[in-house]
């Protein structure tokens, strides 16, 4: 089993519309965890952190569930400009950070 | 200021010969990364510095992969005898990490796209 799993999709929404990625990892002792995204042929950039409480930041709302180990990213009112790859990154207690293999999104005119 | 940069950005090389790949982290950042991601895959970590202390070398996936940071700074990741399979972006990242603070956000350099025929 990996460490983080996540749904390659792609998921293909209309402009405007409402998105939402679930992750799940798989040891319970992870610390510290984020979203990264990645466009097509760049490196990963950090989108967010992700904290117990769950956050927001403009359009985008993270969440963790750490009981069901899984982590959620919400976009809303998708641009054409959000299309890219969305890392779930964790913090599994080493120094460098575990990498899902990402969701695609695709925003569509 | 600059982030990090990597070279060179691509490298086609012939199945069996040695390459080497350079990162140069943001300047003050104590902690180094080298991962590698294959087409349509995640990140795979592959080795880790920080500062002084010996490298965390844990994700190297064969003993012809290595690696060395000079001086605290620049970072050279060689693969020798390479295979097909070593095909992949090459990716370093650099983080700051304060004292008390597990991981720090890490920087991506661009990565090297290495393609072996």
């Known amino acids: 089993r990996k460490e983080v799993e996540q749904d390659p999709g792609p998921f293909n929404v209309p402009e405007g519309a409402t998105v939402a990625f679930n992750c799940t990892y798989s040891n319970s002792a992870s610390q510290s965890f984020f979203w990264y995204r990645q466009d097509c042929r760049k490196e990963p950039k950090l989108l967010m952190s992700v904290y117990s409480s769950g956050n927001e930041d403009g359009r985008f709302t993270a969440q963790l569930n750490r009981a069901s180990q899984y982590i959620s990213l919400l976009i809303r009112d998708s641009k054409l400009s959000d299309s890219a790859t969305y890392l779930c990154v964790v913090n599994t207690g080493r120094r460098a950070l575990t990498f899902g293999s990402g969701t695609r999104l695709q925003v569509q005119p | 200021g600059a982030g990090v940069s990597q070279s060179p950005s691509n490298k086609v090389t012939e199945k069996g010969k040695d390459v080497e790949l350079r990162c140069d982290p943001i300047s003050g950042h104590t902690a180094l990364y080298w991962y590698r991601q294959s087409l349509g895959q995640g990140l795979e970590f592959l080795i880790y510095?920080?500062?002084?202390?010996?490298?965390?070398k844990s994700g190297l996936p064969s003993d012809r992969f290595s690696a060395e940071r000079t001086g605290g700074s620049v970072s050279t990741l060689t693969i020798q005898r390479t295979q097909q399979e070593d095909s992949a972006v090459y990716l370093c990242?650099?983080?700051?990490?304060?004292?008390?603070?597990?991981?720090?956000?890490?920087?991506f350099g661009p990565g090297t796209r290495l393609t072996v025929l």
């Open positions: 990242a650099s983080s700051s990490i304060p004292s008390g603070v597990l991981t720090d956000t890490q920087y």
């Open positions: 510095f920080q500062g002084n202390s010996a490298p965390d």
